[in-house]
C-alpha cells in the first residue's frame, strides 16, 4: 500500500536526477559554484545583520508640550587665544528671561601655551609718554586739542572725529589701563568653557562672548572697558554642542566646527532650527530630546560701518512639528522569504550561467574539431 502511494508521489518529482555516469563536470561549473557560494554567503550575513538590527520608523506630529518646558544646553568649546577672564556665558530669550554671566553649572579651564609677560618696550614708552609734555592724538589731532596726554583724551578725540578707535594696546596713553594690562599678560592663554544651562522652550539666543555683562530692565550688554572688539581673538572650536538628553545614533551638526581666525574682533553667529524628539527604545522607554539644524554666519566687528560684539553666538528657535523615533522588530518570516529569494535567485542565475558557458565550451570544442578535419 505504502509503496503504491510512494509510486503515485513519485510521478510529480519536477526535478529529475540523472545518474551519476551520465554527468560532467567542467572546470567553468566549478568556477560558478564557488562564486556563487561565496555571494551567498555574504549575502546571507549581509541580510542576517539588518534582521537583527531594529528598524526605527519616524513619525511627525504636532509638538504639543507647554512652554515653560525647561530645555538643557550642553557644550564644551576650546578658545585657544582667550583668557578666561575675560568670557561671560550668557543666555537670554524672547519672554524676556536672561541669565547673565551663568557660573553654577559653567566651568572655565585655562590653556595654557606659553606664558606671557610684559613687554618692558611697552612698559618704557608709557613712563615716556606721561612724562611727554605733548601726547599725540593718533591722527584724531584738532584745532583746539592738538595733544593728548591720558587715553581719555584719545578716546574724546576719536569720538569728536566719529571714529572708532582700534586696540589700546597699541596707543602708548592706554597701556595703563586695567583690561589693556590684562590683555597684555594674558597673551598665549586660553580657555575651555564647558557645562551646561536650562532655558525656556522659546526661541532665544545663548552666547559666550568677552567682556563684564551690564544688564538692566529692558537691554544686555557687554561692557569692554573701551578696549577695542579687535582686541579680543574669538578663534574657537566645538568639542560638543547639544540640546536635551541623548540616545543611540543621535546626530550633533556642530560638533568639530570651528572657526579659527589670526586677527580678534571675529563674530560666529549660529542659526539653529531645533525639533522636538521623542525616542522610544526596545523596552518602550520614552527619552524626550532634542535633534537639530544649524547654519553658520561669520563677520568682522568693530569697524566703523559695523557693530556687534566678537564672540560665539547661537541663536535658536523651535519647529512647530515633533518627530518621534521608535523600533520595530523585524517579522522573522519577512527575513525567511528574503533569504530564500537571495539564495534561489542566485542558484537561478548560477544554473544560467553555467549553462551558457557549457554550450560555449561546446561550440568552440566542435569548430576547432572541424577545422582540423578540414586541415
Known amino acids: 500500500m505504502l509503496r503504491s502511494i510512494f509510486q503515485k508521489v513519485r510521478r510529480f518529482d519536477a526535478y529529475s536526477k540523472p545518474l551519476e555516469d551520465c554527468r560532467v563536470r567542467t572546470l567553468s561549473g566549478g568556477a560558478v559554484t564557488v562564486v556563487s557560494a561565496i555571494l551567498m554567503v555574504v549575502l546571507f550575513v549581509s541580510e542576517l545583520k539588518s534582521y ?24 564644551d568649546i576650546l578658545f585657544p587665544a582667550l583668557d578666561c577672564q575675560f568670557i561671560s556665558v550668557d543666555a537670554m530669550d524672547i519672554a524676556g528671561q536672561l541669565q547673565s554671566n551663568v557660573t553654577e553649572s559653567v566651568w572655565k579651564d585655562a590653556i595654557v601655551e606659553s606664558q606671557a609677560t610684559v613687554n618692558a618696550k611697552a612698559v618704557t614708552e608709557a613712563s615716556t609718554a606721561s612724562a611727554n609734555p605733548c ?17 581719555d583724551d584719545v578716546k574724546r578725540a576719536y569720538l569728536l572725529k566719529g571714529w572708532v578707535i582700534g586696540e589700546l594696546d597699541q596707543i602708548v596713553q592706554c597701556r ?3 583690561w589693556v594690562r590684562k ?14 544651562l536650562e532655558v525656556s522652550k ?37 568639542r560638543h554642542f547639544s540640546f536635551g538628553t541623548p540616545y543611540p545614533g543621535k546626530q550633533y551638526p556642530l560638533d568639530g566646527q570651528n572657526a579659527i581666525t589670526e586677527s580678534g574682533g571675529v563674530m560666529v553667529h549660529y542659526f539653529v532650527k531645533i525639533v522636538p524628539t521623542v525616542y522610544v527604545d526596545l523596552e518602550k522607554d520614552r527619552i524626550l530630546t532634542h535633534q ?29 512639528l515633533m518627530v ?15 533569504v530564500c529569494a537571495l539564495i534561489g535567485g542566485l542558484f537561478t542565475v548560477a544554473s544560467i550561467l553555467d549553462s551558457c558557458f557549457y554550450k560555449m565550451s561546446n561550440l568552440l570544442t566542435t569548430s576547432n574539431l572541424r577545422i582540423r578535419k578540414e586541415n
Not at 513619525?59 to 525647561?70: A, P, Q
Not at 568682522?300 to 547661537?314: N, Y
Open 52 to 75: 537583527l538590527s531594529a528598524e526605527i520608523v519616524e513619525e511627525l506630529f504636532v509638538d504639543t508640550t507647554v512652554g515653560d518646558e525647561r530645555l538643557k544646553i550642553n557644550f
Open 135 to 151: 601726547g599725540s592724538c593718533y591722527g584724531a589731532e584738532t584745532e583746539l586739542t592738538k595733544c593728548c596726554n591720558t587715553c
Open 176 to 178: 595703563d589701563e586695567e
Open 183 to 196: 590683555l597684555r599678560t594674558s597673551r598665549g592663554i586660553g580657555c575651555r568653557v564647558h557645562g551646561w
Open 202 to 238: 522659546v526661541a532665544g539666543n545663548f552666547h559666550i562672548a568677552p567682556g563684564s555683562t551690564v544688564k538692566d530692565l529692558h537691554s544686555h550688554v557687554h561692557n569692554l572697558h573701551a578696549v577695542g572688539p579687535k582686541s579680543f581673538n574669538t578663534s574657537h572650536i566645538v
Open 292 to 320: 537639530f539644524s544649524v547654519t553658520k554666519h561669520q563677520r568682522t566687528v568693530g569697524t566703523a560701518d559695523s557693530t556687534g560684539l566678537p564672540g560665539f553666538f547661537v541663536s535658536y528657535e523651535f519647529s512647530p
Open 324 to 338: 518621534q523615533l521608535s523600533h520595530r522588530d523585524k517579522p522573522f518570516a519577512h527575513f525567511i522569504a528574503k
